[in-house]
């Protein structure tokens, strides 16, 4: 690949930017992602299968660079052992509220305790559109 990998964080609508500018402001330092979607590329703006290391460029929905991360970790949890550092670094108040919402955002899938994601950590490198 001789471009940055990207990866584009999701939002209520087109206009909904809050995840890359949680990611800016650094109140943002971890996602998720099922194991399943996690390896998989998902268009032109996401590219899956981030690995410890890489410099990523961080799209809005409206297909605009909005800054670049550094993944720093990249790691398997289970959903009802949901680390401090995961949910905190997503932006949650707590592990249930991580739960609640990955059940709410993913309905197509039986979220039970055993189930598995990706987190990638990560930390700014540059923000490029404010």
Known sequence: M????????????EDDDSLPRAVME???????DTVEDYYKPYGEYGDGSYAAGDLI?????????RCLIR?????RIRFGNIPEEVWRGEGF????EFQDVHIACLPQYDLHPDFEFVTLHFEL???ILP
């Not at 799209?59 to 605009?64: A, I, S």
């Not at 993944?71 to 790691?75: Q, R």
């Open 26 to 32: 650094g109140r943002k330092t971890v996602t998720a």
């Open 57 to 65: 460029e961080v799209y809005d929905l409206k297909q605009r660079l």
């Open 125 to 127: 490198a540059e923000t």
């Open 71 to 75: 993944a720093t970790k990249v790691e």
């Open 93 to 96: 108040a707590s592990a249930r």
């Open 2 to 13: 001789s471009r940055l990998k990207r990866l584009t964080f999701w939002g209520a609508d």
